[in-house]
Each structure stands twice: as C-alpha cells, then as structure tokens.
DNA sequence: GACGCGTGATTGACGCGTCAATCAACAGAC
DNA sequence: GTCTGTTGATTGACGCGTCAATCACGCGTC
C-alpha cells in the first residue's frame, strides 16, 4: 500500500538524485570557497561577517547582532573575530551601553577588501551558477530550493 | 542606490536562487549530520568509510583505495582512521605486498554499526529530501544538480 | 547593598579539513 | 649495488565549527 511504501527505504533512483544533490552542493560550495581564497585571500566566513558588518550603521555590530545577521552561533564568531583582527579586517571596542558587550567595527582595509571580494563573489556566482542554468533551470532550482526549504522548516 | 547590469553580474533573481540554493543545501546536510550523530552515534565522515569498507572485497581496502572511493584526500584519512580506531570502528593492519601500505579493515563492531547507521541514513533521505519533493519535484531536481555538474566538469 | 538570575561574550576541548613537508619503501637505469 | 625519481602514507600547522563551561556585568528584589 501506498501509504506503507512512502515510509520505507527509498527507491534506487530516489538515492541517486539525492547523492547527486548532495554531491554537487558540496563541489559548488568548495569550488566556491577555494576560488575565493585564491583571488581576495579570504574565506566565505571571513564574507558573510564583512558583508554584514558592511551593511550595518556605522559598519559596525554589536557581537550578537553580527551573530544574528550571519546566522552565526556567538561562540563561532568568538573564535572566528580574533583571527580576521590579527589580519586588520576589524577590530573590536568596547561597548559605551554596555560594559558587557562588545562593538565590531570594519576597518578601512576590511571595507576595501570586501568591496573586492564583492566583486569576485558576484562573478563565481554568475561562473559556478547562473551560467549553469537556463532560465527554465533557475526556475526549477528556486522550486526544489523552496520545496525543501518549506519541508525542513515545517518538520 | 543605482543598480547598473554589468556583465558577470547577476541579477537580484538570480542572487536569491542562489542564496536559497546554497542555504537549503547547507540545511539539509546539517540536518543530516546532527540526526546521524544523534540516532546512531556516528559522523558523515564515519558513515562515508564504513559504507566503503562494507561494499569491499573481504571488508578492506588499502588506505589510498578508500581514499579514492570516498573521494577523499589521503591526508584527511590519515587523520580521520585514528579516530575511528580508537573507537573500534575499523584496525589497520600492515599489506603483506606492499611494506608502505597500511589496509584498513572493517571491524565486527564497525560492521554492526554501520548496518545500524544505514537504515537511519535511508529514512532520513526519505525523510529530509525525499519526502519533500513530488516525482515532477525529483526529476526538477535532478535536472538542475545534472546541469550545474556537467557545468563544472567542463570548467 | 547584597543576593540571585538572566544575558553578552569568551574559553577550552575536541572533531574535522586542507595544505605543505616529510618519510619510507618501491622500481627502473646504470 | 646504488642512484634517482615516484608513490603510499603520516605529520604538523593552522583554519574552521560545535558544545559545554565559564566569566563578567546588568538588573530586579528584598
């Protein structure tokens, strides 16, 4: 019965799109990395704090609210801040409100090396994807994107 | 804030399927990920070289063939194998034909672990991918991970 | 103002991954 | 036999990520 079937082992072909999903994200997603490591000599961490901190007021974020706009875990950006601060991308003051917290400011050598790395990261997404698909194929990509993305959310 | 097409640049269409690309993909494999840590105690990692010893002539291989069939760097076995060791997952013995080579061997408690771990893999592709995803949605998905491969490939 | 608790942030231990350097053993040329 | 170059595998340094523990401050209550 049908019911029954839906909740047992999946078919051959079932396993082989979703080895081939998953196999192909982690290429894009490495290919993207070591490409941008390459041309700007920073990591898609180092991207998403630069790009977040970029967009804030002032381009500076209270460590929580960094860790909220990157989706990042607070301790991950407490191991992460320290490495891109010996490089001179930030640096990190204390907070006037608060004297538990902390304020991380983009430096003007991170503001330039973001506008770079902006760049770069623009181009690989045109190389790595969108010169992959058709429009049709972007179209499909969205819909099996947001099929998943519902179904997780919604587990 | 002017928006000016530049060749290379993608579109804010094409910017949110990718960003909705990359971000369920990373999802699901976290999902997967924590659930086979929690359900059966291993890592993808784990469950990669389990899955490659058991499908092996006798339950070995030499090390730089189950690096290859997991596609995996050399280095990243030589550091990950002691790991597993320690936990009794698989031993290393030294190859009779070879005084370089090391063979790694499936154990007892590595084989019994492994079938554990894959019935729990199976239904979590059924229940984070496959059940997500009409038979339209499947063939959808496979078109897009075949197109974006082939792409790469031919880079 | 002292106590208790919630919150902002860091730390340490450990697993995981890559790269470059290393080391041992093989294989062919001489 | 001994060079020489190649191959199998490990190591060390470092970046990255999570979890649990910790520290320091803020704040309400008494």
Known sequence: MEIERRRGTP???????????????????????????????ISSGDYAVLLALSEAEGR????????????????RL????????RRGLIRREDC????????????????RVFRQASAAHFGLIRELFV??????????AHEVSAALSEHLRAR
Do not use: F
């Open 96 to 111: 006037a409100t608060d004297d538990r917290g902390a304020e991380v400011v983009l430096s003007a050598e991170g503001l």
């Open 11 to 41: 078919t051959a072909d079932e396993l082989r799109v979703w080895r081939e999903y998953v196999e192909t994200g982690e290429r894009i997603r490495s290919a993207m990395a070591g490409a941008m490591q390459r041309r700007t000599g």
């Open 131 to 140: 010169d992959a698909l058709t429009p049709e194929g972007l179209a499909q």
């Open 78 to 85: 407490s191991h992460h801040l320290p490495r891109m601060e």
């Open 60 to 75: 500076r974020l209270r460590s929580s609210a960094l860790a909220d706009a990157a989706h990042w875990e607070r301790s």
